[in-house]
């Protein structure tokens, strides 16, 4: 940060008694004309990204979009412009399936036109296409948003029938569209997962209008399950590992299960965070009075813990040893 401010390419922006930093004409000028088809839809026009607003609320949400692109480029997955398809291009032609998961932020998503004027107020910041499925992400930082629930739905919605239905038919189902939050920590998740409930908060990615809604941490740790929600192939094989010792899991029980154990209790596998099944599985053990096990990874075990209580028992993976077995 110290060089490029020393040559000139960044200047630090006081607002608010907030500090953010942005480029400078120059730096701009070295971007359009080193790599113009990557960097042009940023830097040029009327745009947020050219010409940031001052607001506070704004300047958040540029930054909760760049920490996503960061890690979503940290874990493999395209992100500039170049390097992959215009899946939300105006003219709207049907687009070639995905060969690898790229992510397209809330602003390339407004290339649609008219019709993302029906998501205004959503907070997502973007939607990630992967292999194995569509992810509409958002990223709350440290803070637990206050959802538009009506404008969350309709960006769902939006993104079924444009994605599903339209441009990438061939590629994904209806049903294969899931959420994904990304969060300072496991605090933001325990918090999340501990006072859905409550009669003051509705949170909208736990009232079941997602099957699968994953929370991953902003950091390496979140880098890493991402990389494996994206592989179902990799996801596979480590589903395989974990089986071992257990017994096929019962399709149609009223206990969601991955496997049951050798006493016939279920077993959840849990490490990509997935909110809405940990909740279920949790609250039909309570319901039913029996106890369970939650396979998930080591440093997500304590958040866990502090929501399931006593019913549940913990199978923990080392991170260190599953990036090392699949990602090395």
Known sequence: MGALKKDGLLRTCYRDKLRTFRLTNRAKTYLLTDRPERFSFYLQGVSDTNRPKSEI???LRLCRIAETCVTMQNSGIAVFRDEKPMVFAPEGSPVSPLEAPAF??????????VETVKIRGARMVGVLLAPSGVFLTYNNGTSIAKWDYRAELRAKALMKIVICQQRLSRQYRPDAVYGLLIGDGMEPACELLTNADSGTRCYFLLDG??????YLTNDH???VILKLLCDSDKTAVLDRILMQGLNAKKPGWPIENDAIDKDG?????????DMPRIV?????LQLQSRSGTLVCCDFQVETLRRYCGGQVNFQSISLEKLEGRFFS
């Open 265 to 273: 209790n279920p077993v959840l596998f849990a490490y990509s965070f």
């Open 221 to 223: 740790q979140g880098e």
């Open 280 to 284: 279920r599985f949790v609250t039909a």
């Open 57 to 59: 609320t704004r300047r």
């Open 104 to 113: 397209y932020t809330s602003r390339e998503i407004k290339e649609l036109g």
């Open 209 to 214: 209008n997602y099957d699968h809604f994953h």
